[in-house]
């Protein structure tokens, strides 16, 4: 099932992802093929390693998605993060917040290996509801999101020229 295996799929690349970036303790690069292996059997996509991490290598090293990974301005991230919002519990891909330059901004983070996910219109909405529910957690920090593709391509969902 070519639906299911993209899930599986999906599944292995969030996990590598959650544990290549974590701010202070990042995974070290020379494990991140040993890591992709233990994220592909438990995604459940046995031999699938290696399009694990070349999508997350495409991902972190991409400039538009880094400074979600790695880099000064990171002081926090969380994945897979449970929320309430809209009467219920979100969760959330990732959620980083970065500071530079005396400004602190939140990003609320969704991967889609898709290649546009920018015209899946349910996809907009869960992210824009995941958006309101952190202005309410966080009054007055920036507050910003957008996809994560498993090409590495930055899809803000709101203007980027107020990206940090």
């Not at 099932?1 to 969030?14: E, P, Y």
Request: net charge negative; charged share 25%.
């Amino acid at each position: 099932d070519a639906d299911g295996a993209r899930v599986r799929l999906g599944r292995a690349v969030h996990r590598l992802l959650e544990w290549i970036g974590q701010p202070g303790q990042p995974l070290p690069r020379e494990e991140w093929p040993a890591a992709a292996v233990a994220a592909a059997a438990w995604a459940g996509a046995e031999g699938g390693a290696d399009e694990v991490l070349a999508n997350a290598c495409r991902i972190v090293d991409s400039p538009d998605c880094a400074r979600f990974f790695s880099g000064a301005a990171l002081r926090w991230a969380g994945n897979e993060l449970p929320m309430a919002g809209e009467g219920r519990v979100l969760r959330l891909d990732r959620l980083v917040r970065l500071e530079a330059d005396g400004r602190r901004a939140w990003w609320v983070l969704d991967y889609k290996l898709a290649e546009r996910p920018e015209t899946l219109a349910a996809a907009r909405d869960q992210l824009q509801g995941y958006v309101q529910a952190l202005r309410l957690a966080q009054p007055g920090d920036e507050v910003g999101a957008g996809f994560i593709t498993g090409e590495g391509r930055w899809v803000p969902l709101e203007d980027p020229a107020s990206a940090m």
